[in-house]
Structure formats: structure tokens, C-alpha cells
């Protein structure tokens, strides 16, 4: 099983930026599928993004779609996530995860994944 560990978040202003990373240990990054979930205080956790193993095909929650891009580079074993344009609505702790199976069936469900990060807090002031 893979080890992810997440890194980038912070406090940041409504319209600032940051870059989070996942890093993979245990198994190489280029076996699997991998997304980013986020989770606000008295909410359910919900995704965000997701890309192919390979890179070629990427998924995005509407509420961020044309703010973030995800990306890889399995040479580096590392997932990104480019936040642009935050929103104090973007506040909530970020998790990465991996999953085995085919991106393609429900990208967005966080039940069809198999590892997940610790999280790393994002905070967006206004």
C-alpha cells in the first residue's frame, strides 16, 4: 500500500494562491489514480480533483473548476494541486488519496479510494 504525505497548506488571502503536494512513499506513484478531497469543520469530506495515472485525464469539482489545476510527476512520486484565486470558501483541511482502480468510474468518490494522506489545512481569510 502507498504512503501519501501532504504539504503547501497555510493561511492565505481571499485571491492569493498556494501549491499543495502529495508525496508518495512505499509504491511507485505512476500505479495509480490519485485525487484531492477536502473536508470544511461540520462538513462531509468532498472531492475536489482528480488525474489519470498517467496524467492525461483530469477531473474537477465545479466549485473550483478554472481556480485549480492538478497535476503530477511520478518521477518526483509527487501530486500537486494549484489553488488560484482562493475563496474563504476553500477553507478546509485537504487530503490526498490514491486509488488502484479505473479513474473513470465515480472519480469523485471517496469510497473507491484506497490511501489516503494525513491532511494539511488550508485557511482562507477575507
Known amino acids: 500500500q502507498v504512503q501519501l504525505v501532504e504539504s503547501g497548506g497555510g493561511l492565505v488571502q481571499a485571491g492569493g494562491s498556494l501549491r499543495l503536494s502529495c508525496a508518495a512513499s512505499?509504491?511507485?506513484?505512476?500505479?495509480?489514480?490519485m485525487g484531492w478531497f477536502r473536508q470544511a469543520p461540520g462538513k462531509e469530506r468532498e472531492f475536489v480533483a482528480a488525474?489519470?495515472?498517467?496524467?492525461?485525464?483530469?477531473y474537477y469539482a465545479d466549485s473550483v473548476k478554472g481556480r485549480f489545476t492538478i497535476s503530477r510527476d511520478n518521477t518526483k512520486n509527487t501530486v500537486y494541486l494549484q489553488m488560484n484565486s482562493l475563496e474563504p470558501e476553500d477553507t478546509a483541511v485537504y487530503y490526498c488519496?490514491?486509488?488502484?482502480?479505473?479513474?473513470?468510474?465515480?472519480?469523485?468518490?471517496?469510497?473507491?479510494?484506497?490511501?489516503w494522506g494525513q491532511g494539511t489545512q488550508v485557511t482562507v481569510s477575507s
Open positions: 512505499g509504491r511507485t506513484l505512476s500505479s495509480y489514480n
Open positions: 488525474i489519470s495515472w498517467g496524467g492525461a485525464n483530469t
Open positions: 488519496a490514491a486509488r488502484a482502480s479505473d479513474l473513470g468510474y465515480r472519480y469523485y468518490d471517496s469510497g473507491r479510494y484506497d490511501s
